[in-house]
């Protein structure tokens, strides 16, 4: 039906929570879809947030810079999409945002194809909704406010939120006015969180309130942070339901300003009236002969945006392509589910085992106070130093050369005189 534009501004007043907020509750009719397009310059939120990072950032606006600049834009869009919906219908779609503020600069002369490409998706059964975030409807990007045909500004009924939202609303209701649709297509939506009202706001500004969310957190966390959008509290809530009310309002006002956009009808002379009642033919005067075939109301195509006369576009708008959602490879997330299967749990620390200065391999003896021996699969084997003692490993025996046992016993005669330490000992040392 229309592009929708979803603009907020300093403070964090909410504007990509609304844009979720709308795409859940839009109304759509048999066969049409709904699409979201983070295009804030600053970066995307929804895959941190409302899908809590169970779904890789390798998909997105991202890949439409690159994609422009080889002429395969209206193709690679449709690889970029995630399915939003509840009942996994493909009806509720999702173009992610930047993962970097820095890719914004490369997408300097994508933003009007893009727009122009989203201008194309109507006749295919689609309504867009484009978050701009808090600074894009100025700068470079500001086309996507310019061309869109409602401009949505969230401001949260605060003194601190209406009193920076206002500069803003003047600077954005000027630019539509000179170089966008017109001042008509802007208005505001409200986050009841401070004491002033609707009628208020809307009487301070001179701008109409096309809706008024609640300021309910638990519920926008749901929208902002994550959680189950398929449980009937949070479809019945408060604010689901003042969001439906709001995209009632919005296509309400696109209906509006499309009628006064649209071309008007001349009035067919009397003379043709007449002829046509007699079934004689009659000549027009010259004045008919002079004008370009009437059109009909049916044929009358209307359409929000309407170049300047005498400007040349500065792009061909791409053909319409098919669906969306396909099945297979061309579009890697198709069929996404509405919740992803939560990562699994971050694994605890597991405390490493001590390990002897000589490894635990086989043929490794431990040897105790007493001067016996146990293999090392028996105990646990403890650092040089620490008690029973340390590990050393076992000669092999062939059967060449059988050991002996020192024979030396402690009242045996020394040449340096009485032995001072216990065998068992002496044979440690060594």
Known sequence: MAVIAVAGGPGAPGATTAALALLLAWPLESGRRVLLVEADPDGGAVLAGALEGRVDAVYGLRNLAVADRRGLLAETIWEQLIDLSPEGTAERLLLPGLTDPTQAPGLAYTWEPLVDLLHGLEPQGYDVIVDLGRSGATGVSAVLARRADVVAVTVRTTLRGLSSARPRLAALAEDLATAGTGVDALGLLLVAEGPYSG????????????????????????????????????????????????????????????????????????????AARTGTPAQPPTAVHAQPPVPTPQAAAPTAYRPVEGEQPSYTPPQPVGPVITTGPVAPLAGLAPQPAAPAPFPGHVQPQPQPPYGPQAGYVAYDQQGGSTPYDQQVGAPYGQQPGYVRPEPEDDGRYPLQQPAVTPDQAHPNGPQPYNPGEVLRAR
């Open 199 to 274: 009628p208020e706001v809307a009487r301070e500004f001179g701008l109409p309130v096309l809706g008024l969310l609640p300021h309910a957190t638990r519920t926008a966390r749901v929208l902002s942070d994550g959680g189950d959008i398929t449980d009937r509290r949070f479809i019945r809530s408060e604010l689901m339901r003042t969001a439906r009310s709001a995209a009632d309002e919005v296509q309400l006002l696109v209906r509006r300003r499309r009628q006064r956009l649209a071309p008007t009808v001349a009035p067919v002379p009397a003379q043709l009236t007449a």
